[in-house]
């Protein structure tokens, strides 16, 4: 991304994924930034990179954001080729585009590139070892932007949740509403994050970084971007529906108790890491973020909904 030292000349950003988590949260982070263009899957099919390099062409970007994912885990072990094309195959398109422009590229990760033996939070520099199809996937992406080598940033975040969409806080409101017994996985720990934390994280890389451009001292790289704190699926779950019944009448929710179970006793196609706590130290080194607890963001989001 070529930055100009005229301030007042604000960047061209394509969103890739509008209609996801992050992309609906990065359309009103990046407003104050420039000119933001979002697409969706009726505009740019991932799987088709003649699609992909077409629409970039044509908008011409100074930064891509690729918030565009397949994230069905479980689906994924059965729909190998999709899930390799849209994590694996795109990002590396988007990477060559982004060279040919000198363009910026920011790229979302997953903690399932991790396969979560190790007995603390993982470092970005960590062996990557993924369990299932999906991680396998997504890093594949990784290695095909690093392979490229365009101006770009990866962030790694970690149980992503939002007031739309599919994610586990909706499901268990859902099912909160209707059951009274719950059983949830305790063995799993990670730290949830919202999608309009990683929205407002980006926005602040951004101008950080366009800074950087000013000074010629930009370098791409890898980054986790996960709140603070730590929880299991089942702390996850408490929060949520403790978190619902102080904003809500009680009377909607149905559920009385939350059981803890293990991994073993919940069998999924695929494979999930014990461990998916991500550190972020390198990130608030050198964008100096705050990375908000991850029981803030639970509220904040059900005072949304």
Same mark, same amino acid.
């Given at each position: 991304?070529?930055?100009?030292?005229?301030?007042?000349?604000?960047?061209?950003?394509?969103?890739?994924?509008?209609?996801?988590?992050?992309?609906?949260?990065?359309?009103?982070?990046?407003?104050?930034?420039?000119?933001?263009?979002?697409?969706?899957?009726?505009?740019?099919?991932?799987?088709?990179?003649?699609?992909?390099?077409?629409?970039?062409?044509?908008?011409?970007?100074?930064?891509?954001?690729?918030?565009?994912?397949?994230?069905?885990?479980?689906?994924?072990?059965?729909?190998?080729?999709?899930?390799?094309?849209?994590?694996?195959?795109?990002?590396?398109?988007?990477?060559?585009?982004?060279?040919?422009?000198?363009?910026?590229?920011?790229?979302? +990760?997953?903690?399932?590139?991790?396969? @979560?033996?190790?007995? /603390? =939070?993982? *470092?970005?520099? %960590?062996? &990557?070892?993924?369990?299932?199809?999906?991680?396998?996937?997504?890093?594949?992406?990784?290695?095909?932007?690093?392979?490229?080598?365009?101006?770009?940033?990866?962030?790694?975040?970690?149980?992503?949740f939002a007031s739309r969409?599919?994610?586990?806080?909706?499901?268990?409101?859902?099912?909160?509403?209707?059951?009274?017994?719950? +059983?949830?996985?305790?063995?799993?720990? @990670?730290?949830?994050? /919202? =999608?309009? *934390?990683?929205? %407002?994280? &980006?926005?602040?890389?951004?101008?950080?970084?366009?800074?950087?451009?000013?000074?010629?001292?930009?370098?791409?790289?890898?980054?986790h971007l996960v709140s603070?704190?730590?929880?299991?699926?089942?702390?996850?779950?408490?929060k949520i529906i403790q978190?619902?019944?102080?904003?809500?009448?009680?009377?909607?929710?149905?559920?009385?108790?939350?059981?803890?179970?293990?991994?073993?006793?919940?069998?999924?196609?695929?494979?999930?890491?014990?461990?998916?706590?991500?550190?972020?130290?390198?990130?608030?080194?050198?964008?100096?973020?705050?990375?908000?607890?991850?029981?803030?963001?639970?509220?904040?989001?059900?005072?949304?909904?």
């Amino acid at each position: 991304m070529t930055s100009s030292s005229d301030k007042s000349s604000l960047p061209v950003i394509l969103i890739i994924g509008k209609n996801g988590q992050v992309g609906w949260e990065l359309q009103r982070s990046m407003v104050p930034l420039g000119k933001v263009i979002a697409t969706g899957q009726q505009q740019m099919d991932l799987t088709d990179t003649e699609s992909i390099r077409s629409v970039i062409r044509e908008i011409s970007p100074d930064i891509i954001i690729n918030a565009a994912a397949y994230t069905a885990v479980d689906k994924a072990e059965q729909e190998h080729e999709t899930a390799y094309q849209v994590n694996g195959v795109a990002p590396g398109v988007m990477a060559e585009e982004a060279l040919t422009l000198d363009a910026l590229l920011i790229h979302y +990760s997953t903690d399932y590139v991790f396969n @979560g033996s190790k007995g /603390s =939070a993982y *470092l970005e520099t %960590d062996q &990557t070892n993924p369990l299932n199809i999906y991680g396998a996937s997504k890093l594949a992406g990784e290695e095909a932007i690093k392979a490229i080598a365009c101006q770009y940033l990866i962030l790694r975040t970690s149980w992503v949740f939002a007031s739309r969409g599919q994610n586990f806080l909706l499901s268990m409101l859902k099912l909160a509403r209707e059951r009274s017994e719950l +059983s949830i996985v305790a063995d799993q720990m @990670g730290a949830p994050t /919202s =999608a309009r *934390l990683i929205a %407002d994280v &980006t926005s602040h890389i951004i101008q950080h970084v366009r800074n950087e451009m000013d000074k010629g001292q930009f370098q791409s790289g890898l980054y986790h971007l996960v709140s603070s704190g730590k929880t299991s699926w089942h702390g996850f779950a408490e929060k949520i529906i403790q978190s619902a019944k102080a904003s809500m009448p009680d009377s909607v929710f149905k559920v009385k108790d939350i059981s803890a179970i293990e991994t073993s006793q919940y069998p999924t196609p695929a494979k999930r890491p014990l461990n998916s706590l991500l550190t972020t130290d390198k990130l608030t080194e050198r964008f100096g973020v705050n990375l908000s607890d991850w029981r803030n963001q639970v509220d904040l989001c059900i005072k949304e909904l």
